[in-house]
């Protein structure tokens, strides 16, 4: 049996044709990931020792990365015994991710290319989720994509989805022309480990863009509740955007104590707020990351870029936590 050792002194088996990722579930191991298909980062982590083999395209790593040794543990096997330099949550304990029944108890357009969607689930359902986790929503004809949630949990247990339109996409095209009300459809979760790990203390950096502040959202109603010795030292939002119509939520009227900044890469002229990248204009304004902690979400390209730019300025290693959205495409 092929062995798999982690910097951080845990190991675990891998059988042939199983991913590193499947492998550690399987050992009670638990390793950052997000979309599972070798599209993100999330997962990577970097070969030490031994061979590995790619099951799938690692399209979420640089071709300067691959030569580093760096892998996608979601799409990658190990050929030989390997060590792997990669930090493993440990003591996190993330709620099972099932199979539901759910029907949409409301549906409202909030931009041109913006749903938002509430899911009910049955009175039964003990579904449990930590802000910043998603969901897979399967559809019409077994369609399946993923959809961070866009709320704190909450007594009325619905579920609340930020849902930006994709040109030609079939779940698009079901989310912005043939949903309705009480529709029935399934959802599982909650899945992904982009989610608040100790804040007290430090500053708290949120950097979005798109719909990628659904996340965002959670997690600052989630703050909201944190007892005063758990509370961050300061908790800034940046929100990226093309034009000002695209910030289809209010987020000063949150009833939670942070800074925000929205930032547009094409303003018009009666724009007087920042402008360019958000990662850019994050370093402007804070310019010492010593004390932060920095959690992106959004396009790949943002994120690559925001923790290429801001760990070269100072921000710890193990101090950037991201959730790239990747398009599922039109099928």
């Not at 094409?266 to 004390?291: A, F, H, I, T």
Request: proline share 6%.
């Amino acid at each position: 049996m092929t062995l798999i050792a982690l910097s951080s002194g845990k190991s675990f088996p891998i059988s042939a044709g199983t991913t590193i990722l499947d492998a550690a579930a399987q050992a009670k191991v638990l390793l950052p990931y997000s979309c599972k298909t070798g599209r993100c980062s999330t997962c990577k982590c970097k070969v030490l020792s031994g061979t590995t083999q790619a099951l799938h395209p690692e399209t979420g790593l640089s071709d300067v990365e691959k030569v580093d040794g760096w892998i996608l543990s979601c799409v990658r096997t190990a050929e030989t015994d390997i060590l792997l330099e990669v930090d493993d949550l440990d003591g996190l304990v993330l709620p099972t991710a099932k199979t539901w029944p759910c029907r949409i108890s409301e549906i409202k357009q909030l931009a041109p290319d913006v749903m938002q969607v509430f899911l009910r689930l049955p009175p039964s359902a003990d579904f449990d989720f930590i802000p910043g986790q998603y969901i897979d929503i399967i559809g019409p004809g077994g369609i399946r994509r993923s959809y961070s949630l866009a709320n704190a949990a909450s007594e009325s247990k619905l579920l609340e989805l930020n849902i930006r339109s994709v040109n030609g996409g079939a779940m698009s095209d079901y989310w912005f022309n043939q949903a309705k009300q009480n529709d029935l459809l399934r959802l599982n979760g909650p899945l992904g480990t982009f989610l608040l790990r100790d804040v007290a203390g430090i500053d708290l950096i949120f950097l979005a863009t798109g719909t990628g502040i659904a996340p965002v959202k959670a997690m600052l109603e989630s703050l909201a509740h944190y007892p005063p010795d758990k509370q961050p030292k300061s908790a800034t939002v940046l929100w990226g955007a093309r034009y000002p119509s695209d910030f289809y939520l209010a987020l000063s009227e949150m009833a939670a104590d942070f800074s925000y900044i929205p930032v547009l890469s094409r303003p018009d002229d009666e724009w007087s707020g920042e402008m360019g990248y958000v990662q850019d204009v994050l370093l402007k304004n804070v310019p010492n990351l010593l004390n932060a902690a920095v959690y992106a979400c959004g396009s790949d390209a943002m994120i690559h870029s925001a923790q290429k730019s801001l760990l070269a300025a100072g921000l710890p290693a193990n101090r950037f936590y991201s959730d790239a959205f990747v398009c599922s495409g039109s099928n």
